[in-house]
């Protein structure tokens, strides 16, 4: 069957100064997983010819406008090869989750 992407035209994901520099989000996708379960990927390209690494998490929101902490809501280490598009998925815990945040941040190490 032929799928039509529904793809997220606002801003929920944020990025500090010093990744924006080195990486750019292409586009961000939602969907649905077992009928009633968010699903988000992000699209994510290294601007540079070196190999980057930089830390991600997803914040998920209850239909109250309630953050609900999840193992996805800790800092996850990504290294993106130089100009490689890099997916980020993640699916929402519960179908109270109506919402997400992704926070992008350069890695020190």
């Known amino acids: 069957p032929l799928s039509t992407p529904d793809v997220v035209n606002d801003r929920r994901v944020t990025t500090d100064a010093g990744l924006g520099k080195v ?3 292409i586009n961000v996708r939602q969907g649905t997983a ?5 699903r988000i990927q992000v ?3 290294n ?3 070196k190999d980057s690494r930089f ?6 929101i209850d239909q109250d406008g309630l953050m609900v902490d999840t ?8 290294t993106a090869k130089g100009r490689e ?3 980020l998925s993640a ?6 989750i109506v919402d997400f945040r992704l926070k992008l941040q350069e890695s020190k190490q």
């Open 71 to 78: 193992s996805l809501s800790t800092w996850r280490p990504q």
């Open 23 to 25: 990486a750019r989000v």
């Open 43 to 45: 699209s994510v390209l």
């Open 47 to 49: 601007n540079t010819n």
């Open 85 to 87: 598009v890099v997916v």
């Open 34 to 38: 077992s009928g009633d379960l968010l």
């Open 55 to 60: 830390n991600y998490k997803f914040e998920w």
């Open 91 to 96: 699916t929402a815990p519960n179908p109270k």
